[in-house]
């Protein structure tokens, strides 16, 4: 089992590039950086963390900016969105961003991709079917996986409709792995049905969820039965205790990976932090 590190870059917190190689010098696998441009005043929908909304939310810097730099100045560590807001974004304009930074990283990038919770945040970007957010995002990562895998990529959907282009640079990865957030079964069937990998929360509080590890046998009968081998659809578990036997249980139930969050905090107290999980992970693999 791998394990990697979240955390919100702001102009307050430790910078991208001394969490990178902090990160790498503890073997760390991977930092993830999620996404948020804005934060509007109204607020239809919950914080699905429940409670207020932490600062950071609002602070948050842009995450194909803040990993450009982790992946320009590691050699070894990935970099992923988690996640990436998807239905924010141009599909045409993402795609580059993603096959730049796929490129700038020598194949390192993980892209976590998801729809997202802020109702008013997406309706100022154009996307006010709430509700239909979820089929917006499948279209227009289809969309993008057209355009990194076709020399003249066209699509013709709902959503998106472009005809045919040119555009470059294509990933170094092919196929350019698309881990697909969300929660069961609502996320694990988006995961089975466009997915590379599946990147559920380990509970998420606001809405009484069961700890995942309780869903992960009918999460591989359901890839079973959409022709999917749960081999090729690897897990990756946001938000895990930092606990040895926690990780232990996580690791013998076939999780492929398990983030630690971290606050946005200056860069020694940022360290001291990793030097503490550094250790458990290491009681945890001994």
């Given amino acids: 089992m791998n394990y990697g590190v979240a955390i919100f870059f702001t102009d307050s917190s430790i910078g991208p590039v001394d969490m990178g190689a902090a990160l790498e010098e503890r073997g760390f696998e991977s930092l993830w950086a999620p996404e948020h441009s804005h934060i509007p005043l109204t607020r239809k929908s919950p914080y699905p ?50 096959a730049s930074l796929d490129q700038i990283s020598k194949g390192r990038f993980l892209f976590g991709v998801g729809a997202g919770w802020n109702e008013d945040e997406m309706a100022n970007h154009g996307t006010t079917d709430f509700k239909g957010r979820f089929k917006l995002m499948e279209e227009r990562v289809k969309a993008m996986r057209e355009i990194w895998s076709k020399v003249k990529p066209e699509f013709n959907g709902t959503h998106v409709k472009f005809g045919p282009m040119m555009t470059w640079p294509k990933p170094v990865q092919k196929p ?60 990756t578990a946001w938000g895990p205790a930092a606990e040895p036997d926690v990780l232990k249980r996580y690791r013998d139930a076939g999780v492929a990976r398990v983030i630690f969050s971290l606050p946005s905090e200056d860069k020694d107290k940022t360290l001291a932090a990793l030097d503490k999980l550094a250790g458990v992970v290491r009681q945890a693999v001994s």
């Fill in 49 to 98: 963390q429940g409670g207020d909304l932490p600062k950071k939310y609002y602070d948050v810097m842009d995450p194909f900016v803040t990993l450009t730099a982790a992946g320009a100045t590691t050699k070894n560590l990935k970099i992923g969105t988690g996640i990436c807001l998807v239905v924010q974004r141009d599909p045409i304009q993402t795609a580059k961003a993603v």
């Fill in 176 to 235: 350019l792995p698309v881990i697909v957030g969300g929660m069961f079964p609502h996320g694990a069937r988006r995961a089975i049905a466009f997915g590379d990998g599946w990147m559920p929360h380990v509970t998420r509080p606001a809405y009484g969820e069961k700890e995942i590890l309780d869903h992960l046998p009918a999460f591989r009968d359901m890839a079973k039965a959409a022709g999917r081998d749960p081999a090729m659809l690897p897990i």
